[in-house]
């Protein structure tokens, strides 16, 4: 691969706020038209990260490019050239959704305005509600009428610091559609989640503790990496049973999901050795499982802090 294949290439970046590192020795290359899924627990240096990429914070450390301009050298042009949607809603709410796009294409000084505009509300499917104010929008229709002002100015690479943090699951989809189409018309999206299916739509998932990157890879990667043993336990005395496994040695995170209750360690024999009083017990159920994506997040939270006792 050539380095012109890269839409993001950096090398060691670091940033402190005061005496605190938040971001450390990061290291991150992402190809051309793919989607890679920013992961961490809150406070790991995503968004410290995202606005590092796109001009908006200086590296106190480090090195690269975006779109082969330098993260440093040429911030000013990088702002203007990649698409950043911020965690909070940053739009008016007092105008219509297309006053905002217009507001953002004045801004961007975009050539035919109005058909750009027009353009952008027909494929975003907003026209029915170009003159509704955004303030009175969904929170699914905010986040579309958000990413379509990002996306206006024609961004060949989009930082989406997460974009559908409490919008229902059906707009979450057709978002997700969205940055799909997109990215196979060529726009690389950086985006960060907490939502394990957003994760796994993603084609490589680059996961952070504490400003480090941990992990990085497709989900299948990232799951055949952690090398953890699941097991899966179902009936009446999980609840019980699951007090008991947080504290036992081996066992590193217990999670449930739904009615079963997924235990998970790196060192095999201590989790079957831990499961074994649940053996041969009529209220319970155990199996050994592959783990999913989620069980290793669950697993990399535990693994850079406390152990975990998690309800998906
Ligand atoms: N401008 C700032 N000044 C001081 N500390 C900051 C600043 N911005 C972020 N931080 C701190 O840096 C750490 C990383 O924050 P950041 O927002 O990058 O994490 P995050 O992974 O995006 O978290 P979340 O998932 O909650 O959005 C946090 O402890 C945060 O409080």
């Known amino acids: 691969m050539t380095d012109t294949d890269l839409a993001i290439d950096v090398r060691h970046l670091a940033k402190r706020f005061g005496d605190r590192k938040v971001v450390k020795d990061l290291t991150l290359q992402v190809p051309v038209?793919?989607?890679?899924?920013?992961?961490?627990?809150?406070?790991?240096g995503k968004t410290t990260?995202?606005?590092?990429?796109?001009?908006?914070?200086?590296?106190?450390?480090?090195?690269?490019?975006?779109?082969?301009?330098?993260v440093r050298r040429d911030a000013m042009k990088l702002r203007t050239q990649v698409g950043?949607?911020?965690?909070?809603?940053?739009?008016?709410?007092d105008l219509t959704v297309a006053e905002n796009l217009?507001?953002?294409a004045r801004l961007y000084d975009i050539p035919n305005?109005?058909?750009?505009?027009?353009?952008?509300?027909?494929?975003?499917?907003?026209?029915?509600?170009?003159?509704?104010?955004?303030?009175?929008l969904s929170g699914g229709w905010k986040q579309r009428m958000a990413l379509a002002a990002c996306i206006l100015h024609q961004p060949k690479l989009l930082l989406l610091d997460e974009p559908t943090a409490g919008v229902d699951p059906k707009a979450r989809r057709e978002?997700?559609?969205?940055?799909?189409?997109?990215?196979?018309?060529?726009?690389?999206?950086?985006?960060?989640?907490?939502?394990?299916?957003?994760?796994?739509?993603?084609?490589?998932?680059?996961?952070?503790?504490?400003?480090?990157?941990?992990?990085?890879?497709?989900?299948?990667?990232?799951?055949a990496q952690a090398h953890i043993s699941t097991w899966r336990a179902t009936g009446h005395g999980v609840?019980?049973?699951?007090?008991?496994?947080?504290?036992?040695?081996?066992i590193e995170s217990v999670a449930a999901f739904g009615q079963a209750l997924h235990v998970s360690g790196t060192d095999r024999d201590a989790v079957a050795h831990a499961l074994e009083?649940?053996?041969?017990?009529?209220?319970?159920?155990?199996?050994?499982?592959?783990?999913?994506?989620?069980?290793v997040f669950i697993h990399l939270l535990a693994a850079s802090g406390t152990k975990t006792e998690h309800a998906a």
Request: glycine fraction near 10%; charge should be negative; charged fraction near 25%.
């Open 33 to 44: 038209g793919q989607i890679c899924g920013f992961l961490g627990a809150n406070g790991s």
């Open 49 to 70: 990260t995202i606005r590092m990429l796109c001009g908006l914070l200086t590296p106190d450390d480090g090195e690269g490019t975006c779109l082969g301009l330098d």
């Open 84 to 93: 950043y949607m911020t965690q909070k809603f940053s739009f008016y709410e």
């Open 102 to 104: 217009e507001f953002v």
């Open 113 to 136: 305005r109005d058909r750009a505009i027009n353009e952008m509300l027909d494929r975003m499917g907003l026209v029915d509600r170009a003159d509704q104010l955004a303030g009175q």
């Open 175 to 223: 978002f997700w559609d969205l940055i799909h189409e997109m990215a196979a018309d060529g726009l690389t999206v950086l985006v960060s989640t907490h939502y394990m299916d957003e994760a796994e739509r993603c084609h490589r998932i680059v996961y952070l503790a504490d400003g480090r990157l941990i992990v990085q890879g497709s989900a299948e990667e990232v799951v």
């Open 239 to 250: 609840v019980e049973a699951a007090k008991l496994l947080r504290d036992a040695p081996g």
């Open 277 to 295: 009083p649940l053996q041969g017990r009529d209220d319970i159920t155990v199996e050994e499982t592959e783990p999913t994506l989620e069980d």
